[in-house]
T-cell receptor, first 114, second 113 residues
Framework: EAQVTQNPRYLITVTGKKLTVTCSQN?????MSWYRQDPGLGLRQIYY???????DKGDVPEGYKVSRKEKRNFPLILESPSPNQTSLYFC?????????????FGSGTRLTVV | AQKVTQAQTEISVVEKEDVTLDCVYE???????LFWYKQPPSGELVFLIR??????QNEISGRYSWNFQKSTSSFNFTITASQVVDSAVYFC??????????FGAGTTVTVRA
C-alpha cells in the first residue's frame, strides 16, 4: 500500500530535550515536506526537499532541522524543543512534475512540549 | 499575504441541512491546482478533490459538490443533506509553485443530530 508513515503518533517531551520525528514513504517520490498545524492558522510548511541532499526552508523553519540522506526518509529534528513548538505535524510526499497526482500525507504527529 | 482565505471559521448546522464552505485564493500563475481536504476528529487529512486551473467544470461526488470560478478566484465546497459524520475541519489548499501547498486556515463544520 502506498503510504507515508510518521512516527511517533503522539509525543510529550520537555523543553530542551532533542527529539526526532521520522517520516518514510514507499512511493519513490522525490518531493517531501513537513507541515505544522495550529488552530486558526491551517497548515504551514516548515521544510521541504526536492530530492536526496536537497532541502530548503518553508514558511516557518525556525527551531527545526531536516535531513534527506535517502529518498524514502525525511526526518524532522527539534534540537531544543520549546512550548511554542507544541503542534500537530504532518509529513507529505509527491511526485515531482506530477502535481496533478496530488500529495500523500502521513497520519500526523501530535507533539506536546512542556 | 494569505494566499488562501476561508472566510468561515466555524459553521454549525442541523442534520440534513446543506452547508457551503467558501474558499478564495490568490495567485499570479496561470497553472495551479486547488484542493480540498477533510480532517475528522481523529486528525488525519483526507483528500477530497483536486482541480487544475484549466478545468472549470463543477464536480459532484455523492453529497459533495464543488464550484470553481476563476473569475472570482473561488473554489467553494457544498455538502448537501449533511450528516453527523460530516463533522470535521475542512481545508482548502492551493499549489502554485512546484510542489508547495498553501493552506487556508480551515473551517470547522459541526453537524448536530
Amino acid at each position: 500500500e502506498a503510504q507515508v508513515t510518521q512516527n511517533p503518533r503522539y509525543l510529550i517531551t520537555v523543553t530542551g530535550k532533542k527529539l526526532t520525528v521520522t517520516c518514510s514513504q514507499n512511493m519513490n517520490h522525490e518531493y517531501m515536506s513537513w507541515y505544522r498545524q495550529d488552530p486558526g492558522l491551517g497548515l504551514r510548511q516548515i521544510y521541504y526537499s526536492m530530492n536526496v541532499e536537497v532541502t530548503d526552508k518553508g514558511d516557518v523553519p525556525e527551531g527545526y532541522k531536516v535531513s534527506r540522506k535517502e529518498k524514502r526518509n525525511f526526518p524532522l529534528i527539534l534540537e531544543s524543543p520549546s512550548p511554542n513548538q507544541t503542534s500537530l505535524y504532518f509529513c507529505a510526499s509527491s511526485q515531482l512534475g506530477a502535481e496533478e497526482n496530488g500529495y500523500t500525507f502521513g497520519s500526523g504527529t501530535r507533539l506536546t512540549v512542556v | 499575504a494569505q494566499k488562501v482565505t476561508q472566510a468561515q471559521t466555524e459553521i454549525s448546522v442541523v442534520e440534513k441541512e446543506d452547508v457551503t464552505l467558501d474558499c478564495v485564493y490568490e495567485t499570479r500563475d496561470t497553472t495551479y491546482y486547488l484542493f480540498w481536504y477533510k480532517q475528522p476528529p481523529s486528525g488525519e487529512l483526507v483528500f477530497l478533490i483536486r482541480r487544475n486551473s484549466f478545468d472549470e467544470q463543477n464536480e459532484i461526488s455523492g453529497r459533495y459538490s464543488w464550484n470553481f470560478q476563476k473569475s472570482t478566484s473561488s473554489f467553494n465546497f457544498t455538502i448537501t443533506a449533511s450528516q453527523v459524520v460530516d463533522s470535521a475541519v475542512y481545508f482548502c489548499a492551493l499549489s502554485e509553485e512546484r510542489d508547495k501547498l498553501s493552506f487556508g486556515a480551515g473551517t470547522t463544520v459541526t453537524v448536530r443530530a
